[in-house]
């Protein structure tokens, strides 16, 4: 019996490693297609019978599917990571001195932001693979180890984002005699002001940065908008900056699917699309322009929650060798760690990634905690299959629905389960296109954020309205154009007022969810249900302030008596309506 058939779904044959060698040498167009990755349910006879090259030619069509059916399923891929070892290899000749190579870094620093040491070393061979670099930084008996990268013509950079002020000094080390055992010292002032320093878990459930202030991760994705040229890029910068968002979910490498056809005008690593790409050696102009775009988000306030892998590739980036995906990640990691606001993401939808295994998401996960002494968050998101948050690397649940329509609903189970800040990631996107996962209604995607938010989680935005040009701010950025942000905003300042800084979810209703603290505060959402009034059981002697909130108009109508012990109170009978109760001092 054929392990495949003409009826087994097309996702099956691409899985198998074999079978997608003969899709792409006979169908290349195919395994290329930006729509491949919605064909990938149906039966592989139907996929091969509908194809546009294979539609007149029968023949080569059986031949396929013949081939298809004769494959054993395929043995496990060795994905072992030959291991760098460079370190162990002199790149210089001994008549080189050590510590010869020029040396630039500044004298006085200051604690929550970059300090850079940058040094002229060789450039023979090849820097990227053949160089290790290095430095140990010492301060209040404290030493830190951090990674230095090659960023081309000679230059290598040692990055430290500094965790606390001090009396610093540093000592480099490297398999090249001329960039070892170069030591210096230098001052680090105490942090400014209105720096708060980078963001961490809180409170198990919840975000906050290093200085204390509460952080509600608002999110937006936005996968590809640094590739789109300066001019979306800027607009989507804009866009940003009169938005309520404060993450934005976006990809190192370019992206090819449902609108995200066009190519990107940089690319990842030295070489073409004609010719191939040399993944032993990454463009330090890309990572250039990628860092200037993260530091910009950065001045706007807004955390940069950056996916590693992707699925949705025409280039070969996601089918790297694990050698050449190793020195990816370490290289990423050496070059952006030290950005304040930088989030760890290890993939969008990992399950689609057929040929990485869990050891190998595993392996990546040491690779960043090793070469990212600033311990940014890290996650890893999902398409159909959840991973398991709670290996201790998870710091928090980056997480797609599972269902079609229990989305934020799934926060309390989660939470429990986990045990981890829940972060819903893509909830669906408020827009029109086909798939189902991009057009619901500006209403539901705000009704979603709220239920989310009095479970004590958190929820992402995405926009995906069909567009003459094909720019949806889900994969270009550019303009917002739907209805959820300005609701998504007023959700954010009535969350920003709960007490603490974030929402705590309450028990005591069977039909609305409700967060804040017992007796003190609560917030009751009512979602798409609509109540002409409401019946209260509180405790006698706590006189109540009560708050009659349209969600969706963004207003908040404050009661003008104040309440305790059993009580009615009206309501205006339509969707969307939220009640806050204050307690009276």
């Given at each position: 019996m054929a392990t495949y058939t003409a009826t087994t779904p097309l996702v099956e044959v691409m899985r198998d490693p074999a079978g997608y060698e003969i899709i792409a040498h006979h169908v290349p167009e195919l395994a290329a297609n930006p729509l491949l990755h919605t064909l990938y349910h149906y039966?592989?006879?139907?996929?091969?019978?509908?194809?546009?090259?294979?539609?007149?030619?029968p023949a080569k069509k059986d031949e396929i599917l013949a081939q298809i059916e004769a494959l054993e399923p395929s043995p496990p891929v060795d994905r072992t990571a030959r291991p760098n070892?460079?370190?162990l290899v002199a790149f210089e000749p001994e008549s080189v001195a050590t510590g010869s190579a020029n040396a630039e870094y500044a004298a006085e620093g200051r604690a929550w932001e970059r300090y850079e040491i940058t040094l002229e070393g060789p450039s023979h061979g090849n820097p990227f693979t053949d160089v290790d670099l290095?430095?140990?930084?010492?301060?209040?008996?404290q030493t830190l180890s951090v990674p230095g990268f090659y960023d081309g013509d000679g230059t290598y950079r040692i990055r430290l984002f500094l965790p606390f002020e001090g009396e610093w000094s540093f000592t480099t080390r490297s398999n090249a005699a001329s960039l070892h055992a170069i030591t210096g010292n230098f001052t680090a002032a105490a942090a400014p002001r209105e720096s708060r320093g980078v963001v961490r878990v809180a409170d198990t459930f919840h975000f906050?940065?290093?200085?204390?202030?509460?952080?509600?991760?608002?999110g937006t994705t936005s996968y590809v908008w640094t590739h789109q040229g300066d001019a979306l890029e800027e607009e989507t910068l804009r866009s940003l900056e009169f938005g309520p968002f404060n993450k934005m979910r976006m990809c190192v490498f370019p992206k090819s699917y449902l609108f995200n056809e066009?190519?990107?005008?940089?690319?990842p690593y030295e070489g073409s699309l004609e010719a191939g790409f040399d993944y032993t050696r990454p463009n330090p102009v890309y990572y250039r322009h990628l860092e200037k775009r993260i530091t910009q988000l950065e001045e706007l306030g807004i955390e940069a929650d950056l996916i590693l892998f992707h699925a949705y590739d025409r280039w070969g980036f996601s089918r790297m060798s694990p050698a050449a995906d190793d020195l990816y990640v370490k290289y990423v990691t050496a070059r952006l760690a030290s950005h304040r606001n930088i989030w760890w993401s290890l993939a969008n939808e990992f399950d689609l990634m057929f040929e990485k295994t869990i050891e190998d998401w595993e392996r990546f996960a040491a690779i960043v905690q090793e070469n990212d002494p600033t311990d940014h968050l890290i996650s890893i998101h999902n398409c159909r299959e959840m991973y398991d948050h709670s290996r201790p690397w998870v710091t928090h649940c980056s997480i797609q629905r599972l269902d079609a329509y229990?989305?934020?609903?799934?926060?309390?189970?989660?939470?429990?389960?986990?045990q981890k800040p829940v972060v819903i990631d893509e909830c669906a996107y408020e827009g029109d296109i086909d798939q189902g996962w991009g057009n619901i209604t500006g209403e539901e995607m705000t009704r979603r954020f709220w239920e989310g938010a009095v479970r004590g989680g958190y929820v992402g935005h995405g926009e995906t309205y069909v567009h003459p040009d094909d720019v949806l701010w889900w994969a270009k950025g550019?303009?917002?154009?739907?209805?959820?942000?300005?609701r998504i905003g007023f959700l954010r300042r009535i969350m920003e007022e709960a007490p603490g800084g974030h929402l705590e979810p309450l028990t005591g209703y069977w039909d609305?969810?409700?967060a804040g603290i017992q007796d003190q505060y609560e917030l009751i959402y009512f979602g798409f249900s609509q109540p002409t009034y409401r019946r209260f059981v509180l405790p006698p002697g706590i006189q109540f302030e009560i708050d009659v909130i349209d969600t969706w108009n963004m207003t908040v109508k404050t009661l003008p008596d104040t309440y305790e012990g059993r009580f009615k109170i009206d309501l205006p009978g339509q969707q969307y309506i939220a009640v806050r109760l204050r307690a009276v001092a």
């Open positions: 039966q592989l006879g139907l996929i091969l019978g509908t194809e546009e090259s294979l539609r007149n030619d070892e460079a370190h290095a430095a140990n930084f010492t301060a209040n008996g906050a940065y290093e200085d204390g202030t509460p952080y509600l991760p608002i066009n190519e990107p005008e940089l690319y229990k989305t934020a609903e799934m926060t309390t189970e989660w939470r429990q389960q986990w550019g303009k917002l154009h739907g209805t959820s942000p300005d609305a969810s409700s």
